[in-house]
């Protein structure tokens, strides 16, 4: 299986300065295609996880600009800019290119 | 507006059968593949397993011996059965709609493990 291995944050973050969120894969997500086969999601507390970002840096429907995605092959991350109250939660990686689907641990996200 | 809600038992006993529904509304299962996927208390995210929009399966091999997955697409119903539950299958289980990622995901049913 590939394994996917979050970075944590150094909370709390405060509102209104940015945070990165780091995710590493063990097999490069990068397909012959040119895609790289990424995922990333919000879990807010109590709630169902939300498509954030998918093919590592397009933005989901609906989903801020604020929220932008980057990597390599086997590094990733995930950035917000200008953090504010409702982006708390626990952030996690997902990759699609081999099954079974796996996900990251998560990285949890508290606002100062 | 596509909605997706789970239902099951709540407590099941160890050794015995888990089954769970899947309701959607808004989107075609002969279009849209469902996936399951569950998350133990303050743990991350495990996907159990996959029906395809022409009925085709794919399961997490970890958990493939125990697992089925099937539908009726006349009810826009989606069915998880797991079968020799432990005490470590307690969890908050999901269903989510997409191929590569999960666009719409269910407000989960919660399936406690215990005598």
């Known amino acids: 299986d590939v394994v996917m291995t979050q970075g944590a944050l150094p909370n709390p973050v405060p509102s209104g300065e940015s945070a990165s969120i780091t995710c590493q894969s063990s097999k490069s997500l990068l397909h012959s295609n040119g895609k790289t086969y990424l995922n990333w999601y919000l879990q807010r507390p109590g709630q169902s996880p939300q498509l954030l970002i998918y093919?590592?840096?397009t933005r989901a429907s609906g989903v801020s600009d604020r929220f932008s995605g980057s990597g390599s092959g086997t590094d990733f991350t995930l950035k917000i800019s200008s953090v504010e109250a409702e982006d708390v939660g626990v952030y996690y990686c997902q990759q699609f290119l081999d099954y079974p689907r796996t996900f990251g641990g998560g990285t949890k996200l508290e606002l100062k | 507006q596509v909605q997706l809600k789970e239902s099951g038992p709540g407590l099941v006993q160890p050794s015995q059968t888990l089954s769970l529904t899947c309701t959607v509304s808004g989107l075609s299962l002969t279009s849209n593949s469902i996936n399951w996927i569950r998350q133990p208390p303050g743990k991350g995210l495990e996907w159990m397993g996959v029906?395809?929009?022409?009925?085709?399966?794919d399961y997490n091999s970890a958990i493939k011996s125990r697992l089925s997955i099937s539908r009726d697409t006349s009810k826009s119903q989606v069915f998880l059965k797991m079968n020799s539950l432990q005490t470590e299958d307690t969890a908050m289980y999901f269903c989510?709609?997409?191929?590569?990622?999960?666009?719409?995901w269910g407000q989960g049913t919660l399936v406690t493990v215990s005598s």
């Open positions: 093919w590592m840096s």
């Open positions: 029906i395809w929009s022409n009925g085709g399966t």
């Open positions: 989510a709609s997409g191929n590569w990622w999960f666009a719409y």
